[in-house]
């Protein structure tokens, strides 16, 4: 059986100190939701002290969400500790999180103290925070570069003074793995009280070593690791949770584990990207664009011989439906012809050829190829080969002011049918309008609208999916007229499930 590592996410606290990065309280409680939901034990709300506004999220997110504890943040300062409590009294598990700066520079400058004076403080504010809740945790502030034998005295006395956790944070981002693991060593054999707290990593970016670092610290004892989604936070960003857990799965021989349900990793991490307004690198570990996007034809040939050949993650471990093999001209038949098929097409060898023959041409202008560009190259191709059972004949849309009411003439085999459908909109009419005349239940899954270029006369392309049962299939189609581009997207797709007509009832 492998040891607990408890996941403590500071994205609405850490993350949100990133300036554009500011949620309002009905987003940080959907973030929140969703942290609760991907399996976190302790989710840093807020700093309740420093606005209303964090207060409010603070006590809003610990009404929202019960499973996991809802820290807060203060200083170590009674009226913070005060505040705090307050925010979170009607969390079902509380924490409040208390610290105070350890390292020289701290000390000496930012607090103008000195080092018992600093440990006076500490003890005081732990003593003050268990007043009202059990659970209090500490953080030795640049605890990163503090000197060891200092910070294991701050260590012992606060967790005698009542700490359940004790946070030794790399604030600056400036240990070397090695350097953070050895100061977890020293504190798990320096420290005597120590299993009576749990350890817990908060590393900082600044040189790119955060995750190293937290695992170096989780080799090395500690049972806590401080984690963002997407790795964001101050400057450089803070450990990314993505990283460590994917990190932990893939090496089990480190017997530590996490509860996180990994699968919902990415829908969080978009989540949090749109939300936050903070894009994901396309290269990031775990959650970047192309961190299964494989695109030279040796690894693409490898990849759909036996996917663990270049990958060490499985996708569909991380919420992504499979790995991408990313379509440019170095590209190979074998990714052409499995990309085409997970889009509903099967060609065969004279058909792929041609196919493969114009997505050459095409891809020594166009860096990246997307599936619409496929699906467009498959129609041009083939289209007089894959016979069109259903064609849209006639279409009339009258909408503005008007309730949007569609007409459609459709040619289903050798018959010809019209329905007439309002909606809320043109789209949605003509859909409804379509759907009556076939016999397959039908949604639409996906629905993207695209300009090609600029300006109100350009061409735009539309890309459906639809689902029918199990069964996914993807529409195209591209005009100046976007309603007639996405019904003609809609048609499109119901020919790959070989919609047949519904029979009229008397
Ligand atoms: O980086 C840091 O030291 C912090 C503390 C407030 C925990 O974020
Ligand atoms: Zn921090």
Redesign the pocket.
């Known amino acids: 059986m492998s040891e607990k590592l408890f996941i403590f996410d500071?994205t609405l606290?850490?993350g949100e100190?990133v300036p554009g990065c500011q949620l309002n309280t009905v987003e940080k409680i959907e973030v929140a939701r969703a942290l609760e939901e991907l399996g976190v034990d302790i989710i840093e709300a807020g700093?309740p002290i420093s606005s209303p506004g964090d207060f409010n999220s603070v006590r809003e997110i610990s009404k929202a969400v019960t499973h996991p504890t809802i820290c807060a943040?203060t200083r170590a300062v009674q009226k913070d500790i005060d505040v705090a409590a307050d925010a979170l009294s009607l969390a079902k598990h509380k924490r409040i999180?208390t610290?105070i700066?350890v390292s020289e520079s701290h000390i000496y400058y930012k607090l103008k103290s000195n080092p018992e004076e600093i440990i006076e403080r500490a003890v005081a504010a732990v003593k003050h925070a268990k007043k009202y809740v059990e659970d209090v945790e500490f953080?030795?502030?640049?605890?990163g570069r503090a000197d060891n034998e200092y910070l294991a005295r701050v260590v012992e006395a606060v967790i005698a003074a009542g700490a359940t956790v004790v946070?030794i944070?790399?604030?600056?981002g400036y240990c070397l793995p090695l350097q953070y693991g050895k100061k977890i060593k020293y504190l798990m054999e320096h420290v005597s009280n120590i299993d009576k707290a749990i350890i817990s990593t908060?590393c900082?970016n600044d040189l790119g070593m955060a995750t190293a670092n937290t695992l170096e610290g989780i080799i090395n004892g500690a049972r806590q690791a401080?984690v963002t989604i997407n790795g964001i936070?101050?400057r450089a960003g803070?450990t990314s949770l993505e990283e460590v857990v994917m990190a932990l799965r893939c090496h089990k021989h480190l017997n530590v584990d996490t509860g996180i349900n990994s699968k919902l990793i990415t829908s969080t991490s978009r989540m949090v990207s749109s939300m936050m307004n903070m894009p994901v690198q396309a290269n990031k570990a775990i959650v970047g664009r192309n961190a299964f996007a494989h695109s030279s034809g040796i690894h693409q040939d490898g990849v759909l011989k036996n996917r663990e050949s270049y990958e060490i993650i499985d996708p569909v471990d991380v919420g992504l439906d499979e790995s991408v093999i990313a379509l440019t001209a170095r590209s190979g038949r074998a990714a052409l012809s499995h990309r085409l098929e997970l889009l509903g097409y099967k060609l065969e060898h004279e058909e792929l050829d041609k196919v493969y023959k114009k997505f050459l041409e095409l891809a020594d202008q166009k860096k990246d190829i997307r599936d619409d560009d496929l699906l467009y190259l498959v129609g041009a191709t083939t289209g007089e080969k894959i016979s069109k059972r259903i064609q849209l004949k006639y279409l009339q849309i009258l909408t503005g002011t008007l309730i949007p009411t569609a007409t459609v003439i459709l040619k289903i085999g050798d018959s010809e049918r019209t329905a007439t459908s309002t909606g809320n909109g043109p789209v949605d009419a003509a859909v409804k309008a379509i759907k009556s005349l076939i016999n397959e239940s039908v949604m639409i899954t996906e629905f993207l609208i695209q300009a090609m270029n600029k300006g109100s006369d350009d061409v735009g392309r539309v890309h459906v999916q639809l689902k029918c049962g199990s069964m996914l299939v993807h529409g195209f189609s591209a005009n100046t007229d976007v309603v007639k581009a996405a019904v003609e997207a809609f048609v499109d797709a119901l020919n790959l499930i070989n919609a047949t007509e519904k029979k009229e009832t008397k």
């Open positions: 500071t606290r850490d100190q700093f943040l999180h610290g700066g953080y030795a502030e640049d605890a946070n944070p790399d604030t600056t908060h900082h401080e936070g101050e803070n």
